[in-house]
Nanobody
Framework: VQLQASGGGLVQPGGSLTLSCAAS????????MGWHRQAPGKQRELVAY???????YYADSAKGRFTISRSNAKNTVWLRMSSLKPEDTAVYYC?????WGQGTLVTVSS
């Protein structure tokens, strides 16, 4: 499975951004798709994931502000991020099965 993430950029605190991750290849094997992030000097952490059947998990840092969604037909997963804070600044990676996307940088700054 190949994953292509997009949608990162610079956003002001309190703003919103939507990340997209398109999967290609043997997508039938992918049950869980997720988003992770790695801030400068920190370890990569799980942000949220969604299963093919729609079960969703959010890390505490994402609850109430981020929304993960998925289209099995389009082999795409999105992460809608709202009320962004400077501490959300990180490279965001999507994952699917054993595969990882290339990462997209989100910078929250005024």
């Amino acid at each position: 499975v190949q994953l292509q993430a997009s949608g990162g950029g610079l956003v002001q605190p309190g703003g919103s951004l939507t990340l997209s991750c398109a999967a290609s290849g043997n997508t039938f094997s992918v049950n869980i798709m997720g988003w992770h992030r790695q801030a400068p000097g920190k370890q990569r952490e799980l942000v949220a994931y969604i299963t093919r059947d729609g079960f969703i998990y959010y890390a505490d840092s994402a609850k109430g502000r981020f929304t993960i969604s998925r289209s099995n037909a389009k082999n795409t997963v999105w992460l809608r991020m709202s009320s962004l804070k400077p501490e959300d600044t990180a490279v965001y990676y999507c994952s699917g099965g054993e595969s990882w996307g290339q990462g997209t940088l989100v910078t929250v700054s005024s």
